[in-house]
């Protein structure tokens, strides 16, 4: 659902929801029978019921969406945020209520449903002043379950019990809209804006070339004499393969014959003198939405080159000046001529390719051409011809952007250079009809099937997409010079009729209706031009919206590079502190093991003097070991034989020992005998003894008993 806010001065809103496919209508809060729906704005306070906004229309537009235009009381502070430009990280809340209607129930079942938005002011004058839109970039889809029962009040109806979500669904927001994600990943929001115009300039050029092409180019080139005005037989051929980029150069200019003008230069240079840095603000605005999406005019210098060169034509061609479109041809020059050659290349192209015919006061060429591209879909496409006559669309509706910028402001780079290439070798009209129509025959099934609003939106949005690869482009260059190629000789036919039928209306007319006529013919030229200018504002303003997303994602981006830069540079501080710490451990480790070397170097010498010492004393053992040895063996001899001796004495005098300490055995013996028995003696008084305490004890008990008996008794 796309909501749009209008102020007093008719400043444009745009949000976009996802709603149900039923069939709607709006108020500003009051009952409805259908389907009513109230969206109120939430900044913290509360709102009261004139707060909410003032519904004025409701339709479904192009590209399916429920769209809805309101206005909003502006004596409420609480309106104030839609004046000024919302912060990223500063969003405002709407809240937008459907109440569902739904024949069998007694009741509407409401919905409610809050948005993150945000405001974008743009700084030029249209009608799309403001725009906000919602900032998830995301559809959500919700299934609910109804529980009903049979109403007491009306028979035939139910009432509602509950009402629950059953699923919830996120998908990429669809075709048309014009959300915008917050996520960093840059393939998410390519893939959010997919259906919408694509930016001028966009586009990849392959600069990939095989060396069979590249012999052949160079074969070309070296037997081509461009200053004749005949041309090699194979140029043509080779254009409609296509001109590889490091040829285009060599081939423009030879084709334009400007590689020894010295005249058309040295004109450039004097009327810049003149220029003086004065600029038209109408050329500094138009050249402002000039290839945006191409890098190289987002360099200020660049820009520069492309507004003194739009200036400096503008002064030389006095009677066309500037229009708006003739930056697009400029730009596709600028890439890749020099200043000052691109200056030559543009007055060939607009004098001697009579480009400039079409740009005249009054656009008389350009409404020829107009009827003549409409004779030339009659003859060649008659379905699409009676289709575009069913939903009245004219061709200056479509086709007057591809005739003043030769198809550069809309389409893909790959494509605009390829046309280029053939408006170049083989003329003005036979290109601008040629691929117009081819354009509408590789779309005719999509074209046929769309409405008035459907084919503008086709034309604006989905067809240059449909060119972004150099299959498609090659595809559409073999229709355009084929099947689709148009003889200068219908064409002139075609310019015949229209002249005859001008002629005729001229001299059928009085002067009033003549007046009438060109007074009609002025309103619709203004009337499309500001059409054009509304559009080309637009698409203003939705490029420099996707900049500031693109802006906003890469500062997203920066904030986030910054803090892994600062958590690195914390981390290589703590690493460089532990580094030192280290190497400070080391040190100590190192003047330690040298400590410890040094004090292993004394052990060592002590030790080996040690070693010295003891292998001396050693060897002098070794020496008196013998001698001891033989004196130990004569020791042992003697000794044998004085403990023979004493063997023989020590038996006797154990046997007698022996005799003694049995008898003394048997006195030990009746000594214990006696002891035990006394020992028992013992053990019986000791019984006695305890037997009488106890009796005491009891008699003194008994006693003891009687008294207190007695003490007791009353």
Known sequence: MIVYVNEQLNDT?????????????????????????????????????????????SSYNVDGQFAIEADWPSEFPQFDCFLEETTKNNLISLTLVTDLVLDLVTEPVRFTKLFSVRFARADISSTFNTLFSSIRGKVSRESY?????????????????????????????RAGSKCVTEDNDEDALRESMNQEPLMSGSGKVSIDISDEVSEEWTSLLERWNWRDKERPKQLIKLVRKGIPEKYRVSVWQMLTQVLDDVELPEIYRLLMVQHEGNADPVIEWDIKRTFTAHEFFRDKTNHKLLLNLSTAYSLYDTEIGYCQGFSFIMAVLLLHIPEEQSFAVLVKIM?????????????????MKFYQLECAIEEYLPEISTHFKSIELEPHMYASQWFLTVFAAKFPLNLAYRIFDIFLTEGLDQTLFSFALALLKDSQREILSLSFEGVLQFFRATLPRKYLKNSACQHLVDMATNSMRVSLKKLKKFEKDYTAV???TEQVETPLQKLERESKQLREENSWLHQENDKLAKELVESKVKLRVEMDLLEDKLDKRSKELGQSYDQVSNLRQELKTTVRDLKERESKLASWIHRYEADKQQSEHTLAEYKDILARMDESHIAQTMDLKNQVLELKAQLAKSTQNTEDNIAQDIANDSDKLLDVEMELAKTKLELCESNCQINDLKLQITNLTDQSHHSIFKKQKKTNAP
């Open 502 to 504: 001008n002629h005729e």
């Open 145 to 173: 379950t109804l529980t009903l029962t049979p109403s007491e009040k009306e028979k035939t109806k139910f009432d509602v019990v509950s009402c629950e979500v059953l699923t919830r669904e996120v998908s990429r927001a």
């Open 351 to 367: 004098c001697e390719y009579e480009l400039r015919e079409v740009f005249k006061p009054g656009l008389q060429i350009l409404q």
């Open 13 to 57: 809103h745009e949000s976009n929801t996802d709603t149900s496919d039923v069939n709607t209508t709006v108020s500003s809060g009051q009952s409805n029978t259908e389907h009513n729906t109230t969206t109120s704005v939430n900044n913290n306070n509360s709102l009261s019921p004139q707060c909410l906004l003032d519904v004025i229309s």
